[in-house]
DNA sequence: AATTGCTACAACCGCTTCTAA
DNA sequence: CTTAGAAGCGGTTGTAGCAAT
């Protein structure tokens, strides 16, 4: 009966300040661990669990509350495109942050985008625009971000995390193959003109590799050169005016223009099974 | 000013894994 | 070896605060 009681005493939802300062004071007394009983020690009508989680997820000292940065972003990316949904693993590699922050940012932020494109996060189209176009742009905003504050102030060069850019690649190397492949925009056009001629595209597809990018201008797209045409979604090479069915078909420019908006190079992004428009 | 919709985030729930008796 | 309780993890829900209408 007593058992029971208890439980229907059980508190349930969001803490006040008084439950932090005796949760808080508790722990500095006797350690964490042994939740259940450190509950009941500090008087808190609230289960081990609850306990332990608002001290995991709130209260720690060591957590760092506020946005997240653009460094983080792109470990998080890197992480999840090579961990998948192991959020506590995910936040043993950011100093500060929690599985439950990680795994909020994903929801709100990642799968935002992801339906913004129509597509499931977990698909491996979307992987695919995280790895590719999403993350060398995200890299290239934290380099060019870094290289203005050391410029301007060298004192505030260090961010609150301790994660330089050297550090990242060392822990990255995958993202730092990404990011090189994936931001240089050369020489892959004279490879693509040798091998257009007198292909079909899927040909074409197969022989170019998983990632490759083409820059140009034209009046639309002025980092498009050699694209002069485009109707219906699709970009065509002028050499391919004849039979315009050869034409890159790419739907993503439809579903996200937004990308575009102010996007400095723009590219074709091709792999095994689909064409993206790189921004 | 009131309402609605959206976002961010705290907290809960159910399940799995770990650990000590 | 077994088992019960604790701890950990990932999915989901609830809600406060804000912006748009």
Known sequence: MDV??????????????????????????????QWSSLARGAGLNRTGKSCRLRWMNYLRPDIRHGNITLKEEVLILELHSRWGNRWSKIAQQLPGRTDNEIKNYWRT????????????????????????????????????????????????????????????????????????????????EEDIQTQISGTGLDQIQAQISPLSVVSGGNDAFPDYSWCNNFED??????????????????????RSNDWLIGGASLGILLNDDSIWLQP
């Open 4 to 33: 029971v009681k208890e439980q229907m005493d059980i508190r349930k939802g969001p803490w006040t300040l008084e439950e932090d300062l005796k949760l808080m004071d508790c722990i500095t007394i006797h350690g964490e661990g």
């Open 109 to 188: 932020r990642v799968q935002k985008q992801a339906k913004q494109l129509n597509c499931d996060a977990n698909s491996k189209q979307f992987r695919d625009i995280v790895r590719y176009v999403w993350l060398p742009r995200l890299v290239d905003r934290v380099r060019a971000s870094s290289e203005a504050s050391t410029t301007a102030q060298p004192s505030t060069a260090a961010t609150s995390i301790s994660i330089d850019q050297n550090n990242y690649e060392t822990l990255i190397p995958e993202c730092q193959q990404v990011h090189k492949t994936g931001l240089q925009l050369q020489p892959i």
């Open 233 to 254: 979604g699709v970009f065509y090479r002028p050499e391919w005016e004849a039979s315009p069915s050869q034409g890159f078909d790419v739907q993503a420019l439809e």
